[in-house]
């Protein structure tokens, strides 16, 4: 059970950071 | 407050949170903001107090900007002059951008841990994004990543400590 969580977590964590950071890039851009 | 008022006000604003900067640094980023904030106002075709507002808000806090020029203050001057035709502000994406989101994504999905690490490394390397943008996305990642890991593990401890007991 914990393996998965784990998995699933850092993908998300990165992604959600990723995200971010374009918005804020773009938002800067235009 | 009409648009001219406005404009004046946020260029006090961002005069004022320059104020740390070199004199001359102030001057040419205030020049800079002020010029931008023209050509924004000619493409929108009006400078009606909403328009004015739209234009501020684009460019965002004063303090951002200040913050972004000062992370800024490493590369050489040089670099604009031997590339003319780019804009003074440093926008865009470079490869330290692109390597980031890729490390942060793709590198997360395919190198756990090391991938997001990477990427926060690289986050902290670019001059494109502002301090507080950058400490930002460490906290996403912290906070989703690493703190249920530490908790998982406190439970698995306590686990062991009660299975122990019993």
Request: charge should be negative; hydrophobic fraction near 55%; proline fraction near 8%.
């Amino acid at each position: 059970m914990d393996v998965p969580l784990f998995v699933l977590l850092i993908p998300l964590a990165g992604i959600l950071a990723a995200v971010y950071l374009v918005v804020a890039m773009l938002r800067r851009r235009s | 407050m009409d648009a001219e008022a406005l404009v004046h006000d946020y260029l006090g604003r961002l005069e004022a949170a320059a104020g740390s900067l070199p004199p001359s640094r102030r001057a040419e980023l205030t020049g800079e903001v002020r010029q931008h904030i023209e050509m924004a106002l000619a493409e929108a075709g009006g400078r009606d107090e909403v328009t004015v507002r739209n234009v501020l808000d684009r460019l965002g806090p004063p303090d951002e900007i200040v913050d972004a020029e000062r992370g800024a203050e490493g590369p050489p001057p040089a670099w604009a002059a031997a590339q003319p035709a780019a804009p003074a502000l440093p926008s865009g994406w470079g490869g330290t951008e692109i390597a980031a989101i890729l490390l942060l994504t793709l590198g997360a999905v395919f190198l756990p841990i090391i991938g997001p690490l990477l990427g926060l490394i690289f986050v902290w390397a670019s001059v494109r994004w502002t301090k507080r943008q950058k400490a930002v996305a460490t906290g996403i990642v912290v906070i989703l990543a690493i703190l249920p890991i530490i908790l998982l593990l406190g439970v698995r401890a306590g686990g062991v400590v009660t299975s122990g007991q019993l």
